[in-house]
T-cell receptor, first 107, second 112 residues
Framework: GQSLEQPSEVTAVEGAIVQINCTYQ??????LSWYQQHDGGAPTFLSYNALDGLEETGRFSSFLSRSDSYGYLLLQELQMKDSASYFC????????FGAGTRLTVKP | KAGVTQTPRYLIKTRGQQVTLSCSPISGHRSVSWYQQTPGQGLQFLFE???????NKGNFPGRFSGRQFSNSRSEMNVSTLELGDSALYLC???????????FGPGTRLTVT
């Protein structure tokens, strides 16, 4: 079957570093993506990992370990505007987004 | 380049009715996916279309159906509406399956 697990909520303070973990189970895995969705907005693409390792895009980095069916999103120098929901859909047998992780950044 | 457009943006229906939602993908994108979003449930995958063929389907009852046209535009239909169908329905397009998805603003459906 297919499954996706992320923490439901994460809270951190401005300027800190936070890591959002994601574990998945699927057949026909093609890669792991990360999306951000602010309240009232549509999800927007952040990053994509097809191979093992770390991808860095500015303050955001994403990591994938296919052997462990595990990935994470690392957000550095947190800003208030980073408060949002984060999803890690995998691309096996149709994209699966799940419930996501609600990140709250406090001053 | 214009983004993904969805029509209508808001819709109010009564139980038992049916509804059709439309999605126009970004020009050149051939893959369209549909999602249902409700508070606490995140984004639930409905279907994925590519080149007029349904490639994948989520765990929704047969009341939910969709199709894709030759110009990549897509529609989804929900028949015999239930109160629980009230949700934000999001459409996303991509160049192809597995590629970065671009989301439309969604259609807010309220079933009374």
């Amino acid at each position: 079957g297919q499954s996706l697990e992320q923490p439901s909520e994460v809270t951190a303070v401005e300027g800190a570093i936070v890591q959002i973990n994601c574990t998945y189970q699927t057949s026909g895995f093609y890669g792991l993506s990360w999306y951000q969705q602010h309240d009232g907005g549509a999800p927007t693409f952040l990053s994509y990992n097809a191979l093992d390792g770390l991808e860095e895009t500015g303050r955001f980095s994403s990591f994938l370990s296919r052997s462990d069916s595990y990935g994470y999103l690392l957000l550095q120098e947190l800003q208030m505007k980073d408060s949002a929901s984060y999803f890690c859909p995998h691309n096996g047998r149709g994209p699966r987004f799940g419930a996501g992780t609600r990140l709250t950044v406090k001053p | 380049k214009a983004g993904v457009t969805q029509t209508p943006r808001y819709l109010i229906k009564t139980r038992g009715q049916q509804v059709t939602l439309s999605c126009s993908p970004i020009s050149g994108h051939r893959s369209v996916s549909w999602y249902q979003q409700t508070p606490g449930q995140g984004l639930q995958f409905l279907f994925e279309y590519f080149s007029e063929t349904q490639r994948n389907k989520g765990n929704f009852p047969g009341r939910f159906s969709g199709r894709q046209f030759s110009n990549s535009r897509s529609e989804m239909n929900v028949s015999t509406l239930e109160l629980g169908d009230s949700a934000l329905y999001l459409c996303a397009s991509s160049v192809g399956p597995g590629n970065e998805q671009y989301f439309g603003p969604g259609t807010r459906l309220t079933v009374t």
